[in-house]
């Protein structure tokens, strides 16, 4: 006879059931206790959620899988700063994800488009590749690659 699997059940890449009747922030109070089950839990409830909206943010399939390791790593080490009574477990864990991922491409210096360079994409990605081949500054506050007649 198969095994019959509720509603608030499903099954996770691994074979076995994520149980969905235990509450987000039991989950988190758990986690908050050292429990790695409960980080499981959360990350098989929300990994996908989180890697979607971090390869929005990052169009970078590498750099996306850094940030969900690294926004699962802080939740992990943040679990006790998480109050429900300020907002849903799910708001808190893309607030980080969204810092997390500008953090990187901060940290990165990807280049970004302004909307009038869309409409003139040679320009764009001619500043990309000479963004790519202009060697970056040590300085602490980094600098941008300049640019001929363009913007700054």
């Known amino acids: 006879m198969p095994e019959t699997v509720s509603l608030r059940q499903r ?3 691994g074979g076995s059931h994520q149980n969905w009747d235990v509450p987000d922030v039991v989950l988190v109070r ?7 089950a ?3 839990d959360l990350y ?3 990994a996908r959620l989180v890697h979607s909206f971090a390869r929005k943010i990052l169009r970078d399939p590498a750099t996306t899988e850094e940030v969900v390791q690294d926004v699962f790593v802080l939740v992990w080490r943040w679990a006790k700063n998480f109050n429900p009574q300020k907002g849903q477990f799910p708001s808190w864990l893309l607030t980080i994800t969204y810092n997390r991922a500008a953090d990187y491409v901060r940290r990165k210096q990807l ?4 909307p009038d360079e869309l409409a003139r994409g ?3 990605w001619g500043r990309l590749e000479d963004h790519h081949q202009t060697p970056q500054s040590s300085s ?4 941008t690659p300049t640019t001929s007649g363009g913007r700054s």
């Open 11 to 13: 099954k996770t890449r």
């Open 30 to 36: 758990d986690m908050a206790q050292g429990k790695q």
């Open 38 to 40: 409960a980080l499981e």
């Open 44 to 46: 098989a409830r929300y």
């Open 111 to 114: 280049p970004t488009v302004h």
């Open 122 to 124: 040679e320009e764009f």
């Open 140 to 143: 602490p506050l980094g600098t």
